[in-house]
Structures are given as C-alpha cells and as structure tokens.
C-alpha cells in the first residue's frame, strides 16, 4: 500500500524573525468568540484557524508587514486586516458581522430531476491519499463536474486509514468559477465528529437537513479545522478525477492526480 500526501514543501519564513500574533475573533452583534475562522495571506501558504473559544495564533515575519490577512468565516462578512495594522494594536480583537443573505424571488419551473451518485465511489486500497499532518486549515476534495443544477442528499466518504482516535473536520461545499477558483455556497458549517470506535471504512452524511443547491460545476471537501494531535487520516483513492487541496487558510488551490474516494448522492437537473 502506497502512502500519498497531497501537502507539498511548505514556505516557512525565518522562524528567528517571527512574531507569533494572538488574538481572538468575535462575533460583532453578540459580543461572542467565532470558532474555525479561516485566517491567512490570501494567495500564500500563511494562514490558521482559530479554535473552539475563536483564539488564534500565527507567526509573521516583520517583512510581512505590507500583506493583509483575510478572516472569514460561513455566515459572516470577511474582513481584511493589514498585518502592520494588527500588529501595531495592544489589542487583536478582530470583530465580524453576521452575512446578510437576499431572498431571491422564486420563480417555479417544472423541472424532472434523476438522482444520481457523482464523484469517486471507487476504492483503491493501493493508493491511499489524505491527512498526513495536523495542519490547521489543510483541506482536500474532488471537484465535481455537472454543468446543471442539483440538489446535493448525501455524501459519501471511503476511509482507509485512521489513526485518531476521533475524529472533526468541516465539510465545505464550493461553485467552481473557473479551473481553480472556488467560492463558498454554505449559509451555515458543516462539521464530521466522530469517535473512531464508530467510524467504519464508510463514512456516510445526510446533507438533506441543509439544503444544498448547486448550479453547475462544484467542489466537495473536507478541511482540517481542530487541533487533534498526533494521527493520519487516509482515504481510499479511485482514478480519472483529481484531487484538489490547500495547504493553509486563504491559500491557493492546487491539483493531485490520486483522486480521493469522496462521493455524492444527488438529485440532478436533466
């Protein structure tokens, strides 16, 4: 069995001139901490997330200082943050309004839809591919090509190898904009915890609770929001499609050719 990590040689800046930066993201209205912001260079291996109590910690270099850092999260408003400004403050509160949402009208069309299983299904035991390292912000999945609507019902995940003993990840779901941008669709976060007591070879997750609408091309992934410690996380590999994956928060997208076995059960637009 062959082991493949997706993270290639990251960029580390000079760990004898960094700053490590701590600081907490709160929900502006409600005066509350936000869990699992995405915080990075937008474009750059540079990046974290913050934890359950929305603290984070991330190491700048001084040369940094003309860069902004993203914050995002699902249900707010992104803000951005010159790194000279932030560090210049006595304080690193970073406050986020909750995202607004337009109700679009709602126009009724008959339309016949077929469910179908999209994505990789396959379960190559050969070629395994996955989480190798605790990374925060390390997300990996397939993209989806379906150039119509559909109405996305369960997902399917083939493990090969986990070393955790649980396990918690955010599922994302994003439109395809073009080869390699991707936009977040959810109104609210998806998050797989499980013990591994309980977790099979297959994973299995209803998605019709949230009501997922996709309208054309889509990627499914899953994103290394919590500190677990020490484990790997494989998964079962299949062929033809690639695997798309992010080193970090706010990083850019790149491609693998081992494919993962991430599958998804959909109504889908003929």
């Known amino acids: 069995m062959i082991k493949?990590?997706?993270?290639?040689?990251?960029?580390?800046?000079?760990?004898?001139?960094?700053?490590?930066?701590?600081?907490?993201?709160?929900?502006?209205?409600?005066?509350?901490?936000?869990?699992?912001?995405?915080?990075?260079?937008?474009?750059?291996?540079?990046?974290?997330?913050?934890?359950?109590?929305?603290?984070?910690?991330?190491?700048?270099?001084?040369?940094?200082?003309?860069?902004?850092?993203?914050?995002?999260?699902?249900?707010?408003?992104?803000?951005?943050?010159?790194?000279?400004?932030?560090?210049?403050?006595?304080?690193?509160?970073?406050?986020?309004?909750k995202k607004a949402y337009n109700i679009s009208e709602v126009v009724i069309k008959p339309r016949n839809f077929t469910e179908k299983t999209l994505g990789v299904h396959e379960k190559n035991n050969k070629l395994i591919a996955g989480f190798k390292d605790n990374l925060l912000g390390y997300e990996c999945g397939i993209r989806i090509d379906i150039k119509k609507s559909a109405i996305l019902k369960q997902l399917k995940i083939n493990i090969s190898t986990c070393t955790y003993d649980s396990i918690f990840y955010r599922l994302n779901v994003y439109s395809a904009e073009d080869d390699m941008t991707f936009t977040n669709i959810l109104k609210e976060p998806i998050y797989l915890k499980m013990s591994k007591d309980t977790l099979n070879n297959e994973l299995t997750i209803n998605l019709k609770p949230y009501n997922i609408v996709v309208n054309g091309d889509f990627l499914v992934s899953l994103e290394h929001v919590k500190d677990l410690g020490e484990g790997e996380l494989y998964f079962y590999t299949g062929s033809q499609k690639l695997t798309f994956f992010r080193i970090t928060s706010q990083g850019n997208w790149q491609a693998s050719p081992v494919p993962i076995s991430i599958s998804v059960l959909a109504d889908v637009e003929e």
Do not use: W
């Open 4 to 97: 493949v990590c997706t993270i290639i040689l990251l960029c580390y800046c000079n760990l004898s001139y960094c700053q490590e930066i701590t600081g907490i993201v709160m929900d502006s209205a409600h005066q509350k901490p936000i869990e699992f912001v995405n915080i990075g260079i937008v474009g750059k291996n540079i990046g974290t997330v913050s934890n359950t109590n929305g603290v984070f910690k991330i190491l700048l270099d001084p040369q940094m200082d003309a860069d902004t850092l993203l914050f995002s999260a699902i249900g707010y408003e992104p803000q951005l943050i010159k790194i000279a400004d932030l560090r210049s403050k006595t304080s690193h509160k970073i406050y986020l309004k």
